[in-house]
């Protein structure tokens, strides 16, 4: 049984594999419309989400599956002090797969330790998001027409910021792939990271404060959301928060063809007067993930389709 806990648990053939079935989604979505008729989703999500939970349970009813869903840690049995290993073992016997978001790193491991279905890690607190990461390489897979030879400028919070990370790992497979990391100094990629993936695989990187500077060279940017939940205090948040703010002015020195993507929510990254720059990608990005997670709910509960 396969579980989806960090992107580096599928090959690169595997997740070409998923762009691949998402690309036949998307051009004859009737015919996945009943491959899963009876199966069943559980979402866990222990933290906030809009577009993750919702991306996933619409993934399921559009393979024709039925959905199950706790949503935020109050009003489960989680506020009763049960533990992630026992809510793993009792979702184990209503549905057939878990999409699990936690606050805290690992829980989503721990939840594959102890269940007798698949586990899909839906974000656990700062440290990984494999699902936004497919949703990421779909988008730059259909907006450049290629995953090799790409400059990739991520800026705001790269040490909070899980999707960075997950992003990352994956991109960093692939040759010709280069990375300028833009944060402010006490907002910049961790470790397990920075040495783990880049310095080990020997993947050239740079790292600045200025996004301006860095602008004319990137091919991809990815804007994050300073994570105010992970601050250990409001005054570091405040002063952080507005860091990068991308506006049309700023972004005159880009390429024509550069890609603008952010996971999303967006507080005041990206002014809303990019919104309609043929770059943004950023709403096409949350359209991807759906098709990518329909592609790993029918990989993971082994549905030929
Ligand atoms: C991201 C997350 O939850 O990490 N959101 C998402 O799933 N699209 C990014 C964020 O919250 O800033």
């Known amino acids: 049984m396969r579980n989806l806990i960090s992107i580096t648990d599928l090959s690169v053939q595997e997740s070409e594999d998923l762009i691949k079935t998402a690309y036949r989604i998307i051009e004859d ?11 069943k989703l559980a979402t866990l999500f222990f933290e906030p989400s809009t577009r993750t939970r919702l991306s996933f349970e619409a993934a399921m009813y559009e393979l024709g599956g039925h959905v199950l869903s706790v949503a935020g840690a109050a009003s489960s049995s989680a506020s009763k002090g049960e533990s992630v290993a026992d809510t793993a073992k009792v979702v184990s016997c209503y549905a057939d797969i878990i999409a699990m978001r936690h606050p805290k790193e690992g829980a989503p491991q721990v939840a594959a330790l102890n269940a007798s279905i698949p586990v899909i890690n839906a974000g656990d607190g700062g440290h990984n998001h494999p699902t936004q990461t497919l949703a ?25 910021g899980r999707t960075v990370h997950s992003l990352i790992q994956a991109m960093s497979r692939y040759t010709g792939v280069r990375f300028v990391l833009i944060s402010p100094e006490e907002l910049m990629l961790p470790g397990y990271v920075k040495h783990d993936v880049l310095e080990k695989y020997d993947i050239p990187y740079e790292e600045t404060t200025d996004l301006e500077g860095a602008m004319p060279k990137l091919d991809i940017l990815y804007m994050t959301r300073v994570q105010r939940e992970r601050f250990f205090n409001e005054e570091d948040y405040l002063r952080l928060k507005d860091s990068y703010i991308l506006t049309p002015k700023k972004l005159k020195n880009a390429k024509p063809d550069m890609k603008i993507l952010h996971p999303l929510p967006r507080v005041n990254e990206i002014s809303v007067a ?18 990518m997670r329909m592609a790993l709910i029918l990989k993971l509960l082994e549905v030929e389709a």
């Open 136 to 160: 990421d390489l779909l988008t730059i897979h259909r907006e450049k027409g290629r995953l090799n030879d790409l400059t990739i400028g991520l800026c705001g919070d790269l040490k909070f």
């Open 29 to 39: 979505p009737a015919h996945f419309a009943h491959v899963c008729d009876g199966k």
């Open 274 to 291: 990019i919104d309609d720059d043929p770059r943004a990608c950023y709403f096409k990005q949350v359209l991807n993930g759906k098709y």
